[in-house]
């Protein structure tokens, strides 16, 4: 069972900083106040954070935006168990339901970022048309594949930067690693990427 630490939060500092998000006038459910849907999700935590991994794919990162975002949904009466619904089963179908919802902008957001970086100066040289062959290679599978193949802090950071549009800066803080390492991280992995993307060969139409 994954422990607490694995969260960008503590388990003890979870709950107030969630609680300061909620307004009043929605801290109270169909099933009970915010306190006792607290103590109801607590002990669920930890089988849901490995749900929520097995949801985003593994990412960590993601796996705990889910769930922060999860449990702010429940807390804030935006999505409500009922009387006769077991609270595992709730909690891990609202998991399920946003983790969805976060691959679809991810899918929108890596297709536009990959698109950008493929139009970069650097991909002048190229003859085919850059934003033609990304396509391409999105709809063949290929894009993911080059991506996946990458070191993994290569794909850490280049992940938190195509897929979630942060800053180096914030990816820098995330990964707890020092803002020259991670630049050095992703200037590497585009190349790498750039340089896999360019070796596939185009698909005939």
């Not at 930890?46 to 889910?66: F, Q, S, T």
């Not at 168990?81 to 983790?99: E, H």
């Not at 396509?135 to 599978?141: A, I, N, P, S």
């Not at 707890?176 to 340089?195: C, N, P, T």
């Amino acid at each position: 069972m994954p422990s607490f630490r694995l969260l960008p939060r503590a388990k003890k500092a979870q709950a107030p900083e969630l609680e300061r998000e909620i307004p009043p006038a929605t801290s109270a459910t169909g099933v009970g106040g915010k306190a006792a849907l607290m103590a109801a999700l607590e002990p669920l935590h930890g089988d849901a954070y490995g749900w929520a991994l097995v949801c985003v794919g593994g990412d960590p990162e993601r796996a705990a935006d889910a769930l922060q975002t999860s449990y702010a949904r429940i807390l804030a009466a935006e999505a409500r168990p009922t009387v006769d619904s077991p609270m595992r089963g709730f909690l891990f179908g609202v998991i399920r339901l946003v983790a969805l919802e976060e691959r679809r902008r991810d899918r929108r957001a890596l297709d536009l970022s990959i698109r950008r970086a493929a139009a970069a100066p650097e991909r002048d040289e190229a003859a085919e048309d850059p934003v033609q062959r990304v396509t391409e290679l999105e709809e063949h599978g290929q894009l993911r594949a080059a991506f996946a193949a990458l070191p993994p802090r290569q794909r850490e950071v280049l992940h938190l930067t195509f897929y979630q549009g942060l800053s180096l800066r914030e990816a820098a803080e995330i990964l707890d690693l020092h803002i020259g390492s991670v630049r050095q991280h992703y200037e590497r992995g585009k190349e790498a990427l750039r340089q896999r993307l360019t070796s596939q060969p185009s698909s005939t139409r």
